[in-house]
């Protein structure tokens, strides 16, 4: 009965770890799926994550129950301060409901199914280009999905009036995914004079932000700086829905944490929201797993370890922004044509090259550099010892 079955292309990141995997050579690099390194080139766990593991293996009266359908209390209430700042007036308000959920797709997930059946606009605009899975996260949980000018590759930045443009005629109501920060796959982010404009913009059409922060602290190195765009918009009274992912600035890719927040008018509707919110949740996955999310909570919670985070954090993200200059010094050395001046303006985790599908084949095939056929480049993967085996590349790809 499975035999008309056909066989349904990798996915466009993911696959790209399963090629590397493939690949025997000992050059093979790895820059495709956003997944921090060492300089050794090796998956880090933080210390910080380490010391919390243990005390929760040492701590004998912790049981594996399940949790409850919106997953660790603790771990909610530190995550909506972590996001929204400890002084938002939204959380003293308690006009915030927040989920344990499976990392930043599960809870983009969750608020896309509830959207589809709570929410009288049915449509979404996302920017243009973004992460690849948005679209299907969102259109299979039954939204119109649509896009909105984001990147300009003639300047490889910003497309602003596009941008303005496109949500200046989006119908009133209508759903925006936003980036909190470092824009994947582009590295561009609006400046705080753009997101206020944004802001402005949305609030006068009733749009409905929806953002995704998956990168928060991992940008800038600093917590608060990478939320400014979400507590803008809280600021100002209104409503939002926010997926947080604690994959990649604790380095808990594999441990599916991540959580759901949804600023609302009152008290009373954040909890009408919640009780919802359950319904969404039980029939997909009954409740969340809790080692990670007791991991998150227990460095939330002690000061001394959440210091310690962030200094772990901020030495990924110095790291990132290493390697951006030494890419950047490496390419200007050989003369490479071109201006990659973005290579060390764009922010985060990638660096979207502008090489083109062909560019980038040649790579893979010639120097076994694997990377999304975008033309991203996961600057966590790289290092000292790699970034000349990638310039090398990069000049005989536009070279040849
Ligand atoms: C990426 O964009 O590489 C990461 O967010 C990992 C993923 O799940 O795609």
Redesign the pocket.
Known sequence: VFDHVVRAPEDP??GVTVAYNKDPSPNKLNLG??AYRTEEGKPLVLNVVRKAEQMLVNDRSRVKEYLPIVGLADFNKLSAKLILGTDSPAIQDNRVTTVQCLSGTGSLRVGAEFLARHYHQHTIYIPQPT?G?HVKIFGLAGLAVKTYHYYDPATRGLNFKGLLEDLGSAPSGAIVLLHACAH?PTGVDPTAQEWEQIRKLMRSKALLPFFDS?YQGFASGNLDADAQSIRMFVRDGGECLVAQSYAKNMGLYGERVGALSMVCRSADVASRVESQLKLVIRPMYSSPPIHGASIVATILKDRAMFQEWEVELKAMADRIISMRKQLFDALRSRGTPGDWSHIIKQIGMFTFTGLNSAQVAFMTKEYHIYLTSDGRI?MAGLSSRTVPHLADAIHAAVTK
Do not use: C, H, T
């Open positions: 990141i993911l799926v956003g992460w899975n994947n998956a996961s």
